[in-house]
């Protein structure tokens, strides 16, 4: 590691840590990196124990969980082992809606507490409240697992990331001193790709020689996609693709294009880090000191072998998540890793398919763009539907909910128009409804046709510190 590197990683990280009151972030990844490699027993008792302390605390403090509990006729001592919990109802979004303030913890003070909202990947905004305390061990839960890739904390990191609540709008000295001395991301804006972003973003990745990228799966792709030719960097060490599934294909281009493995990882705004690939990158590890995975029963078998995840956070006891769907399917994996370490593994997670709109500029749109402004007025994504089969040309499927919301739909083909350019005809279409899935989550984007051919002229790229002429396509 660099000077820079290492002091970040060992003086300003630490002072930043202190200033939001997450000191103790640094022990808990000491923790996590030493129970990895727990026996699966040994792991199991002390999840076991955990899920006992929260349940106790859930029953005791707050007012949903009493009543749920009192209603199941279930009590304390009824919970023996991990297979008692199926005798409590499913924690779903809906339930989260509506009946929020019951759910948060009496003995907590609210200025303990936070209240932040899913990031509307399934097309629907959750609220939710999550302790303070439980923050830190979040974060050393999600270093872990970049570790696994090879990443370390103080080191540089490019981030290829769509979802703006998470980016700075407007970044002022603080924030500039902060990310130079802490984050030092990289970003590129994916939410609405041009090729002068990815130019610039492939430039800077080149002359500052960051060794890890981490990106939604398609905004990492895309980016791929467009190096293809002209760009190489073989200082690059890893990918780290979340948000979306990374499917064989996409998977195999990137690695070949960019010249790095790819790390799936899998993370809930909800409830934080849930699993990632370690270095050998069999299946992926779960979070299981932090978390309890169960593979819902249902009624009708999958063709494919996966269930619904439901999942129960250990850690946030400001308002517990137990049992919760998270919208997303898996499968277990049997047999312990190579790698040593006693965390089970899930199979690549199912769900998450989230396309581009491509511009009649030739720029790459997000979906996750589309949910936010949907969300923004009032739509969910069981609502409406952005589909496009032809450049300059986009359908809009809507329910029938929809109807007599001129104002609403005007303002949404306007904000189309801004985003695919001022000659985007849209059409509207009206639906009985619009279906999920087999994963369960609805499609908020469906794109049938590829950004127009990059024209062939020379690009300069910036490869081993030294100006080069990169290849035209």
Request: aromatic share 10%; charged share 25%.
């Amino acid at each position: 590691m660099e000077l820079h590197g290492w002091l970040v990683k060992h003086v300003t990280y630490p002072f930043w840590l202190i200033y939001d009151g997450q000191l103790g972030a640094l022990e808990s990844l000491r923790d996590l990196r030493k129970s990895q490699f727990y026996s699966p027993t040994k792991l199991e008792d002390l999840r076991r124990d955990r899920l006992r302390r929260l349940l106790q605390h859930a029953f005791a403090n707050c007012p949903y969980y009493r009543r749920i509990f009192n209603e199941a006729g279930w009590t304390l001592s009824s919970f023996k082992d991990f297979s008692d919990l199926r005798k409590l109802p499913i924690l779903t979004k809906e339930i989260l809606v509506n009946h929020l303030e019951e759910l948060v913890a009496e003995n907590i003070r609210r200025d303990k507490i936070h209240r932040t909202a899913s990031g509307g990947s399934t097309g629907r905004q959750t609220p939710f409240y999550r302790d303070n305390a439980c923050l830190g061990v979040k974060w050393a839960a999600e270093w872990r697992f970049h570790q696994w890739a090879g990443w370390d904390l103080g080191e540089p990191l490019a981030l290829a990331w769509p979802a703006r609540q998470d980016l700075e709008s407007r970044p002022n000295w603080k924030s500039k001193l902060r990310n130079g001395t802490s984050r030092r991301e990289l970003v590129l804006y994916a939410g609405s790709l041009s090729e002068e972003s990815m130019e610039r973003f492939a430039i800077d990745l080149s002359r500052q020689r960051i060794r890890h990228l981490k990106g939604f799966t398609n905004a990492v792709y895309r980016f791929a996609q467009f190096c293809r030719g002209r760009y190489e960097f073989p200082f690059l060490r890893s990918i780290v693709c979340t948000g979306e599934a990374v499917l064989p294909g996409p998977r195999s281009y990137i690695e070949e294009g960019m010249g790095a493995k790819v790390f799936d990882y899998y993370c809930g705004r909800e409830v934080g880090p849930i699993a990632a690939q370690c270095e050998l990158r069999t299946g992926l590890h779960l979070n299981e000191e932090n978390l309890h995975v169960e593979f819902e029963r249902e009624e009708t078998a999958s063709p494919d072998g996966t269930a619904s995840l439901l999942i129960t956070d250990l850690m946030n006891f400001g308002m517990p998540f137990i049992r919760y769907r998270v919208g997303d399917r898996g499968r277990p994996l049997s047999g312990q890793c190579p790698c040593g370490r006693g965390l089970r593994k899930l199979d690549q997670v199912i769900g998450r398919v989230t396309d581009f709109l491509v511009s009649t500029r030739g720029e790459l749109v997000h979906g996750a763009t589309l949910v936010h402004y949907a969300l923004a007025l009032g739509y969910d994504v069981a609502q409406v539907q952005f589909v496009q089969r032809e450049l300059g040309r986009v359908t809009l499927r809507l329910t029938q909910s929809c109807k007599g919301r001129d104002l609403e739909l005007a303002h949404l083909e306007n904000t189309l128009r801004a985003l695919l350019g001022s000659d985007v005809k849209i059409e509207r279409e009206f639906v009985s409804a619009i279906l999920p899935e087999s994963s369960g989550k609805y499609r908020v984007t469906i794109c049938e046709v590829f950004p127009p051919a990059r024209a062939a002229m020379p690009h300069t790229a910036v490869d081993r510190g030294r100006t080069v002429e990169a290849k035209p396509q």
